[in-house]
Nanobody, 118 residues
């Protein structure tokens, strides 16, 4: 099983902020674009932000201007700074290589729960 470890989630009020971290094995992280995904109850996991090994970023429209993805290539770690959180941001957040988007659950970590209360 792939050792991806997400952390930093929690319960926050509307308008609050959280910073998620994800430690990935070098076999997945190195030279690969990485992404943060989220899955709300009863829905599919979706990509919300991605970053190339060179630092180019891309965001889903729903989080653009509020979330910032970054990576530390020396630590094989990817971050997601989430500001101005909304109730619809409530979900389990996962990180993984963008190339693994359609891989089964064995290729994913446990995720970290983010709950935004109104």
């Amino acid at each position: 099983q792939v050792q991806l470890v997400e952390s930093g989630g929690g319960l926050v009020q509307v308008g609050g902020s959280l910073r998620l971290s994800c430690s990935a094995p070098a076999s997945i992280f190195s030279d690969n674009p990485m992404g943060w995904y989220r899955q709300a109850p009863g829905t599919q996991r979706v990509l919300v932000a991605s970053i190339t090994s060179g630092g180019r970023t891309n965001y889903a429209d729903s989080v653009k201007g509020r979330f910032t993805i970054s990576r530390d290539n020396d630590r094989n770690t990817v971050y997601l700074q989430m500001n101005n959180l909304r109730p619809e941001d409530t979900a389990v957040y996962y990180c993984n290589s963008v190339y693994y988007s359609d891989y089964p659950d064995d290729y994913w970590g446990q995720g970290t729960q983010v709950t935004v209360s109104s």
